[in-house]
């Protein structure tokens, strides 16, 4: 197994998908979902296709699939009845599930689904196109720093003028805010004695002899020249590091040439919760005419994008003041708090450091909706934990070893909670063991 496999598979894939004559494209919601939907929608320009987003392939979405021909599934397929439906292809990167129906994995070739390359990667080595929203999809499915198949995209991507590399500060907005405001509101980290307020931000950039305008216009962080970018990033490093160590701080951070300059579209993380922001608040046909480079669909998703980015500042702050530690993990009740949508992106958010699993609940359509985060270092598998825990208790659950999620029935939160202690404490045991 590896690459050049894949690659093989990838390749096939492509041949059955464009032997379909008029296929529906079914793609998850999220920024993966979005990104390798639209990879997918861009090689079938000119051919018959449909496209439905949807948040879960659960069995009322099944049933609505019943009578389609033919049927791209993207982000998704790892519903066992998939096999009950005509002619198929998956393209999808989380663990597999046998279904019978063709499919394109990495996994299935010895690459991690989780780290190394997302749906929306795999729909690029599937039909050789959008470099640019691999990365995006890869971003929003946190996968930085870029390793495997999703170093080889981005090198391709590079290599093609999609995609630009650089060293620099990672705070959000360096394409798309004025400098004010780039700094008030960064909430990743957020910068002490300036965070929220754009006077103190104004007031920092005068002591640093740093101009705001240039003219008219308000200039943003990626106007500035190197030493101006220097004296910058000293001065943030030494607020937070007064507070908190300076990690992440500096990184690699992907511009993508091809799109708008001065927007939220021109760095990948941006795009990424663009795209997150309309699928998340029930507009994922909104976020794939974003990704195919329609204007007035930027601008609508722009409002969107500000409401999600506040939900998610509410959703950490309740997080933080309201987890409890249930031993093996810790345990967020977000239920009539936080949306659905959000809870996985807050659980992530708040995990920074833990040397545990979180597991966050909020409620969902009938259900309780549950989200989970790890970091790598634990060696737990969540997508086993919850595929073993919420199957105990009538309700299907599945993902990445770091992050997986779950549907359980309403009445039966501790009892799922009870399983998932015991799957996880079992995981513990044998890593420990295998230590020993």
């Known amino acids: 197994m590896g690459f050049a496999e894949f690659q ?43 496209m439905w987003g949807i948040k879960k392939l659960d069995d009322a979405a099944m049933e609505k699939l019943m009578n389609e021909r033919e049927i791209i599934f993207v982000d998704l397929g790892n519903n066992e009845r998939v096999r009950e439906l005509k002619d198929v292809l998956i393209i999808d ?34 039909f050789g196109k959008n470099a640019d929203l691999g990365l995006v999809g890869a971003l929003g499915d946190m996968q930085y720093p870029l390793t495997g198949a999703n170093k080889t995209m981005c090198e391709q991507g590079i290599a ?25 509101y960064s909430e990743e980290p957020p910068v002490p004695g300036i965070a929220y307020s754009e006077e103190r931000a104004q007031k920092l950039l005068e002591d640093l002899g740093i101009e705001p305008r240039k003219g008219e216009e308000w200039r943003v962080y990626a106007d500035l020249d190197l030493d101006e970018k220097r004296k910058l990033i000293s001065a943030i490093a030494e607020l937070i590091s ?29 795009f990424s919760t ?19 480079g329609d204007e007035a669909a930027y601008l609508e998703a722009s409002s969107f994008l500000a409401l999600h980015k506040r939900m998610i ?10 987890m409890s530690d249930l031993g093996p993990f810790l345990f967020l009740d977000a239920r009539g708090i936080i949306d659905e949508g959000i809870i996985g992106v807050v659980c992530g958010m708040v995990l920074q450091g833990a040397q545990k699993p979180i597991i966050g609940i909020a409620h969902g359509e009938g259900d309780i909706k549950v989200s989970s985060r790890t970091g790598r270092r634990t060696g737990i598998n969540l997508g086993n934990v919850m595929n073993v825990a919420a199957g105990k208790v009538g309700g299907i659950g599945g993902g ?37």
């Not at 040439?257 to 993380?269: F, G, T």
């Not at 909104?286 to 195919?292: D, K, S």
């Open 400 to 436: 990445h070893s770091v992050a997986a999620g779950a549907s359980v029935p309403t009445d039966k939160v501790n009892e799922f909670l009870i399983e998932a202690k015991v799957v996880i404490e079992m995981e513990m045991a044998i890593r420990q063991k295998a230590k020993d």
């Open 242 to 270: 007064r507070k908190r160590r300076v990690e992440g701080l500096v990184g690699e951070v992907y511009d993508l040439p091809k799109r708008p300059r001065r927007s939220a579209l021109y760095d990948a993380h941006e």
């Open 274 to 292: 663009v795209l997150n922001a309309c699928g998340r608040h029930g507009k994922p046909e909104l976020g794939i005419a974003v990704c195919l």
């Open 160 to 184: 093609s003028g999609e995609i630009r590399k650089e060293i620099d500060l990672r705070f959000y907005g360096r394409f798309s805010r004025p400098l004010a405001q780039f700094l008030a």
């Open 313 to 322: 500042r509410e959703g950490v702050l309740f997080a933080r003041a309201s």
């Open 93 to 126: 990167h989380h663990q597999v599930k046998e279904t019978g129906k063709p499919q394109i994995n990495p996994m299935m070739h010895g690459i991690d689904g989780g780290s190394e390359l997302s749906s929306s990667g795999t729909a690029y080595f599937v």
């Open 8 to 50: 093989e598979a990838a390749h096939e894939a492509k041949k059955i998908a464009f032997s379909f004559s008029s296929p529906l494209i079914v793609h998850h919601y999220d920024a993966d979902g979005l990104s390798s939907g639209a990879i997918v929608k861009s090689a079938f320009l000119g051919r018959p296709h449909r």
